[in-house]
Nanobody
Framework: QVQLVESGGGLVQAGGSLRLSCAVSGDTFRRYAMGWFRQAPGKEREVVAAINWSGEDTYYTASVKGRFTISRDNAQNTVYLQMNSLKPEDTAVYYC?????????????????WGQGTQVTVSS
């Protein structure tokens, strides 16, 4: 089993930055692909970014390309999402997720473990 705990959310003005962290504990972290997802009120959960277990492959949804960066530090058992140039449209609950295997996948149902979520609110 794997436990995930997100942190770093909060209220920020448009154009600002936040860095989300996902602390991983429990079973070995080494082979898990990781993803960041978000869900806004009235909308389905969608992928934001994903990274494979080695960190060599990444994926970003079109709306965040050039603004967000996903990274991981296996020595610290932590996955990060650096969010720059934030927009009101980025407002959502952000979730960290993990799946067994190395492949970068973008469908929520393919992920096995989820954090509790952290709220990101971007004011205009």
């Amino acid at each position: 089993q794997v436990q995930l705990v997100e942190s770093g959310g909060g209220l920020v003005q448009a154009g600002g930055s936040l860095r989300l962290s996902c602390a991983v504990s429990g079973d070995t972290f080494r082979r898990y692909a990781m993803g960041w997802f978000r869900q806004a009120p009235g909308k389905e959960r969608e992928v934001v970014a994903a990274i494979n277990w080695s960190g060599e492959d990444t994926y970003y949804t079109a709306s965040v390309k050039g603004r967000f960066t996903i990274s991981r530090d296996n020595a610290q058992n932590t996955v990060y999402l650096q969010m720059n140039s934030l927009k009101p449209e980025d407002t959502a609950v952000y979730y960290c997720a993990a799946r067994s295997g190395r492949a970068v996948l973008v469908t929520p149902k393919r992920y096995d473990y989820w954090g509790q979520g952290t709220q990101v609110t971007v004011s205009s």
